[in-house]
């Protein structure tokens, strides 16, 4: 596909179980990001990647949270020991460079129940 | 610290012109961005400013003025589709590593 894709779009989960959500950027975008986005808000930096290499974590809320990308292509961000407070839209945006427009994903709905 | 302003809603007529402010202060300033949200959809590029003055775009402007911190998108003939969150974002640079700050985003309700 031509744009940016997620999975799961939707993922229920039961609080204190593990979660990994999957980015796909647009073939040759060298930057990833990950951002989380409340209803009616803007989105909230996470982390983000060039390459391979996670360039800026400094937005990820806790230690439960990591993101990795190994192959400078697919990114997993994964969600330890989830809680209540973690449900919300996660969303995937990728960039030719690091000072290019972001194109985002549909993003990831997560409820922790 | 870093810091976005935006309207959190605004109303306008089909047809006619809307403006919508951005103020910011952040260090390190590298470019501001807007973007359009549709409800339960994900943001898209609408446009980009790194140097003062006015970019156009079809229907769509952006101004930029850095020594004030202020832009603005300006949507002209408007349309029931152009109702919609538009997301002002600030490209701030530290040493190699490039951010964006958001907005809560201005909620445009577009009414016929």
């Known amino acids: 596909g031509a744009g940016v894709s997620q999975s799961p779009r939707y993922k229920v989960t039961k609080r204190g179980q593990d979660v990994a959500l999957r980015c796909d950027p647009i073939?040759?975008?060298?930057?990833l990001y990950w951002y989380r986005q409340a209803l009616g808000q803007g989105p909230e930096f996470l982390t983000y990647f060039n390459y391979e290499a996670q360039q800026d974590k400094s937005g990820l809320p806790n230690d439960r949270f990591s993101a990795e990308r190994p192959e400078g292509s697919i990114s997993t961000l994964t969600i330890q020991r989830t809680e209540q407070r973690d449900s919300a839209m996660y969303r995937c945006a990728s960039s030719w460079a690091p000072n290019n427009e972001q194109f985002f994903g549909p993003g990831t709905r997560l409820t922790v129940l | 610290g870093q810091n976005i302003d935006q309207p959190t809603e605004m109303t306008a007529t089909e047809g006619a012109i809307v403006q919508i402010n951005c103020t910011y202060q952040?260090?390190?300033?590298?470019?501001l961005f807007w973007y359009q949200q549709h409800a339960g959809e994900a943001p898209t590029f609408l446009s980009y400013?790194?140097l003062d003055g006015l970019e156009e775009k079809g229907r769509f402007s952006s101004f930029l003025s850095r020594s004030k911190g202020y832009s603005y998108l300006l949507l002209k003939e408007l349309q029931m589709k152009d109702s919609a969150s538009y997301l002002c974002?600030?490209?701030?640079?530290?040493?190699?590593?490039?951010?964006?700050?958001w907005g809560a985003g201005t909620k445009l309700i577009i009414k016929p």
């Open positions: 073939s040759g975008h060298v930057s």
């Open positions: 974002a600030v490209r701030r640079r530290a040493d190699s590593n490039y951010q964006l700050i």
């Open positions: 400013n790194v």
């Open positions: 952040t260090s390190g300033f590298n470019g």
